[in-house]
Protein backbone atom coordinates (compact mmCIF):
# COMPACT_ATOMS: atom_id res chain seq x y z
CA UNK A 1 0.00 0.00 0.00
CA UNK A 2 1.20 3.64 -0.18
CA UNK A 3 3.11 5.02 2.21
CA UNK A 4 1.61 8.09 3.38
CA UNK A 5 4.13 9.29 5.99
CA UNK A 6 6.70 9.21 2.80
CA UNK A 7 4.51 11.45 0.73
CA UNK A 8 3.53 13.51 3.76
CA UNK A 9 6.80 14.56 4.23
CA UNK A 10 8.17 14.93 0.58
CA UNK A 11 4.57 17.53 0.97
CA UNK A 12 6.23 19.60 3.79
CA UNK A 13 9.56 19.38 1.93
CA UNK A 14 7.39 21.05 -0.78
CA UNK A 15 5.60 24.16 1.75
CA UNK A 16 2.86 22.75 2.84
CA UNK A 17 2.18 22.61 6.40
CA UNK A 18 1.81 19.22 8.14
CA UNK A 19 -2.21 19.61 8.38
CA UNK A 20 -2.45 20.16 4.89
CA UNK A 21 -0.16 17.21 3.30
CA UNK A 22 -1.78 15.31 6.03
CA UNK A 23 -4.94 16.61 4.49
CA UNK A 24 -4.25 15.61 0.77
CA UNK A 25 -2.58 12.32 1.35
CA UNK A 26 -5.71 12.00 3.08
CA UNK A 27 -8.23 12.97 0.46
CA UNK A 28 -5.81 11.40 -2.22
CA UNK A 29 -5.97 8.10 -0.23
CA UNK A 30 -9.80 8.37 -0.30
CA UNK A 31 -10.13 9.24 -3.98
CA UNK A 32 -7.77 5.97 -4.59
CA UNK A 33 -9.71 3.92 -2.73
CA UNK A 34 -12.96 4.91 -3.91
CA UNK A 35 -11.76 4.83 -7.52
CA UNK A 36 -8.86 2.73 -7.66
CA UNK A 37 -8.95 -1.54 -7.67
CA UNK A 38 -5.53 -3.44 -5.98
CA UNK A 39 -4.58 -6.29 -7.19
CA UNK A 40 -6.63 -8.63 -4.64
CA UNK A 41 -9.67 -6.45 -5.78
CA UNK A 42 -8.98 -7.30 -9.66
CA UNK A 43 -8.54 -11.28 -8.34
CA UNK A 44 -11.57 -11.41 -6.29
CA UNK A 45 -13.49 -10.28 -9.09
CA UNK A 46 -11.22 -12.73 -11.19
CA UNK A 47 -12.72 -15.41 -9.52
CA UNK A 48 -16.13 -14.53 -9.05
CA UNK A 49 -16.27 -14.11 -12.99
CA UNK A 50 -14.65 -17.53 -13.47
CA UNK A 51 -17.52 -18.81 -10.75
CA UNK A 52 -20.33 -16.70 -12.55
CA UNK A 53 -18.89 -18.41 -16.23
CA UNK A 54 -18.74 -21.80 -15.00
CA UNK A 55 -22.32 -21.11 -13.28
CA UNK A 56 -23.61 -20.13 -16.83
CA UNK A 57 -21.67 -22.89 -18.37
CA UNK A 58 -23.20 -25.42 -16.55
CA UNK A 59 -26.89 -23.36 -16.68
CA UNK A 60 -26.39 -23.72 -20.74
CA UNK A 61 -25.23 -27.17 -20.93
CA UNK A 62 -28.29 -28.38 -18.82
CA UNK A 63 -30.33 -26.49 -20.74
CA UNK A 64 -28.95 -28.03 -23.83
CA UNK A 65 -29.72 -31.17 -22.46
CA UNK A 66 -33.10 -30.38 -21.95
CA UNK A 67 -33.46 -28.84 -25.28
CA UNK A 68 -32.00 -32.44 -26.79
CA UNK A 69 -34.20 -34.59 -24.56
CA UNK A 70 -37.29 -32.53 -25.95
CA UNK A 71 -36.44 -32.59 -29.43
CA UNK A 72 -35.49 -36.29 -29.27
CA UNK A 73 -38.91 -37.16 -27.14
CA UNK A 74 -40.89 -34.71 -30.34
CA UNK A 75 -39.30 -36.47 -32.99
CA UNK A 76 -40.36 -39.90 -31.67
CA UNK A 77 -43.62 -38.70 -31.81
CA UNK A 78 -43.80 -37.70 -35.14
CA UNK A 79 -41.83 -40.59 -36.31
CA UNK A 80 -44.66 -42.97 -34.43
CA UNK A 81 -47.04 -40.62 -36.26
CA UNK A 82 -45.18 -41.24 -39.26
CA UNK A 83 -45.45 -44.63 -38.75
CA UNK A 84 -49.17 -44.58 -37.98
CA UNK A 85 -50.67 -42.84 -40.70
CA UNK A 86 -48.46 -45.34 -43.46
CA UNK A 87 -50.30 -48.06 -41.22
CA UNK A 88 -53.34 -46.50 -42.11
CA UNK A 89 -52.26 -46.01 -45.71
CA UNK A 90 -51.00 -49.40 -46.27
CA UNK A 91 -53.68 -51.38 -44.56
CA UNK A 92 -56.58 -48.87 -46.74
CA UNK A 93 -54.71 -49.44 -49.98
CA UNK A 94 -54.94 -53.70 -49.33
CA UNK A 95 -58.48 -53.02 -48.32
CA UNK A 96 -59.00 -50.91 -51.76
CA UNK A 97 -57.43 -53.75 -53.35
CA UNK A 98 -59.01 -56.79 -52.16
CA UNK A 99 -62.35 -54.95 -53.10
CA UNK A 100 -60.62 -54.22 -56.85
CA UNK A 101 -59.55 -57.91 -56.85
CA UNK A 102 -62.90 -59.32 -55.95
CA UNK A 103 -64.63 -57.12 -58.39
CA UNK A 104 -62.77 -57.82 -61.28
CA UNK A 105 -63.11 -61.31 -60.60
CA UNK A 106 -67.09 -60.90 -60.29
CA UNK A 107 -66.47 -59.57 -64.01
CA UNK A 108 -64.31 -61.68 -65.16
CA UNK A 109 -67.37 -64.51 -64.14
CA UNK A 110 -69.90 -62.20 -65.66
CA UNK A 111 -67.89 -62.22 -68.99
CA UNK A 112 -66.82 -65.96 -68.67
CA UNK A 113 -70.58 -66.67 -68.55
CA UNK A 114 -71.72 -64.43 -71.32
CA UNK A 115 -68.70 -65.86 -73.34
CA UNK A 116 -70.53 -69.33 -72.54
CA UNK A 117 -73.46 -67.90 -73.86
CA UNK A 118 -72.36 -66.34 -77.12
CA UNK A 119 -70.30 -69.56 -78.20
CA UNK A 120 -73.85 -70.94 -77.77
CA UNK A 121 -75.28 -68.77 -79.65
CA UNK A 122 -72.29 -69.16 -82.46
CA UNK A 123 -72.71 -72.76 -82.32
CA UNK A 124 -76.37 -72.56 -82.82
CA UNK A 125 -76.34 -70.11 -85.71
CA UNK A 126 -73.41 -71.78 -87.40
CA UNK A 127 -75.38 -75.27 -87.53
CA UNK A 128 -78.33 -73.57 -88.74
CA UNK A 129 -76.17 -71.71 -91.41
CA UNK A 130 -74.71 -75.59 -92.07
CA UNK A 131 -78.62 -76.82 -92.49
CA UNK A 132 -79.82 -73.82 -94.88
CA UNK A 133 -78.27 -74.24 -98.09
CA UNK A 134 -80.05 -78.17 -97.37
CA UNK A 135 -83.22 -76.37 -96.94
CA UNK A 136 -82.89 -73.78 -99.74
CA UNK A 137 -82.01 -76.61 -101.82
CA UNK A 138 -85.47 -78.57 -100.88
CA UNK A 139 -86.96 -75.41 -101.28
CA UNK A 140 -86.07 -74.55 -104.56
CA UNK A 141 -86.26 -78.20 -105.82
CA UNK A 142 -89.62 -77.58 -104.67
CA UNK A 143 -90.45 -73.93 -106.56
CA UNK A 144 -88.58 -75.29 -109.63
CA UNK A 145 -90.93 -78.64 -109.61
CA UNK A 146 -93.78 -76.06 -109.33
CA UNK A 147 -92.30 -74.03 -112.20
CA UNK A 148 -92.14 -76.90 -114.56
CA UNK A 149 -95.57 -78.22 -113.91
CA UNK A 150 -96.23 -74.55 -114.52
CA UNK A 151 -94.29 -74.25 -117.61
CA UNK A 152 -95.77 -77.17 -119.08
CA UNK A 153 -99.15 -76.50 -118.28
CA UNK A 154 -99.12 -73.16 -119.95
CA UNK A 155 -97.24 -74.92 -123.01
CA UNK A 156 -100.35 -77.23 -122.95
CA UNK A 157 -102.25 -74.58 -123.16
CA UNK A 158 -100.47 -72.55 -125.40
CA UNK A 159 -100.13 -75.18 -128.08
Known amino acids: ????????????????TKEQADTAIKVGLELMDAKFATKQDIQL?????????????HSIRSD???????IRSEMKEVETSIRSGIKEIE??????????????RGDMKEMEG????????????????HAM?????VRLSGIMAIMFSLSITVFKLLA
Open 1 to 16: MINAMRYTEYLVDAGF
Open 45 to 57: SELALRSDMKEME
Open 91 to 104: TSIRSDMKEMESSI
Open 114 to 129: SIHSLEGSVLLITQEL
Open 64 to 70: MKESEDA
Open 133 to 137: PDKII
